[in-house]
């Protein structure tokens, strides 16, 4: 079993930054792909980012290219998410979520793919 908790959330204003941080128990951290996907009200949960178990390969939604990077720390049982240039239709919930079914490139997309979510931290882009 593994525990998510999520922070770093907030109000930014758009072309702003905020860094997200995804705590996970448990000591085997580094056996779980982990990603990141978003609900904002009324819409259903999509995927953002994901990144494998080592680190070495990232997976990003195309909304997000270029803007969102995605990162983990073993060592720390820790998943980091750098968002910047943030646009109002970035606010949403963001959960953290580890999976151990995460053996082809489909599966890092899928939500249904992954084992473990947090509760969620609510980020707000104000225009």
């Known amino acids: 079993q593994v525990q998510l908790v999520e922070s770093g959330g907030g109000l930014v204003q758009a072309g702003g930054s905020l860094r997200l941080s995804c705590a996970a128990s448990?000591?085997?951290?580094?056996?779980?792909?982990m990603g990141w996907f978003r609900q904002a009200p009324g819409k259903e949960r999509e995927f953002v980012v994901a990144?494998?178990?080592?680190?070495?390969?990232?997976y990003y939604a195309n909304s997000v290219k270029g803007r969102f990077t995605i990162s983990r720390d073993n060592d720390r049982n820790t998943v980091y998410l750098q968002m910047n240039s943030l646009k109002p239709e970035d606010t949403a919930v963001y959960y953290c979520?580890?999976?151990?079914?995460?053996?082809?490139?489909?599966?890092?997309?899928?939500?249904?793919?992954?084992?473990?979510w947090g509760q969620g931290t609510q980020v707000t882009v104000s225009s």
């Open positions: 979520e580890a999976g151990r079914n995460q053996y082809t490139k489909d599966s890092y997309y899928n939500q249904g793919d992954y084992n473990y």
């Open positions: 448990g000591p085997t951290f580094s056996s779980y792909a």
């Open positions: 990144i494998s178990r080592s680190g070495g390969g990232t």
